[in-house]
């Protein structure tokens, strides 16, 4: 296949433009990720948490009804809004990420992460939606730290 030199150039000057518009683009999506705030509630509104980027608490609120919650309750509390804002955070992450990067193999990924670290509603507090090898499994790193050695 002979290819002149116009069309080899025309070629690499649309590829490392083509990359420099997706390196924009993602460096929108990350700027847009690190402003999320997801709100979650329980109790009847009595505990508030806010999480942000990749649903890291930022902010716990409680209204004077918590004076009448036993400390139990109200640490329960805290946990299901926790809970609540943090299922809610994959969303915000797709809306982001589909409307400056689009669907690919990273976003893909990201979005995957994120589902699974933060499950929706409908799993049951104490689950582990995600799939677990067999103990014995030489790939299965999901018990150890990178800070332990793998111990």
Known sequence: MDRSLSDIE???DDWERN???KAARYRAMSSEVQQVSVTGSAADGAVVVTVGANG?????TMTAKVR???PERIAAAVMEAMRQ???RYPERLAEIMSHTVGEDS???HLLAEA???FPGPESAPGT???PRRAPDDPEDFSNNSFMDGGR
């Open 10 to 12: 025309r070629m690499v």
């Open 19 to 21: 990359a420099a518009e």
């Open 56 to 60: 890291i608490p930022t902010g716990v």
């Open 68 to 70: 009448q919650m036993e």
């Open 85 to 87: 804002a943090q299922s």
């Open 106 to 108: 990273t976003t893909r």
């Open 115 to 117: 589902r699974a670290n």
């Open 128 to 130: 582990d939606p995600r």
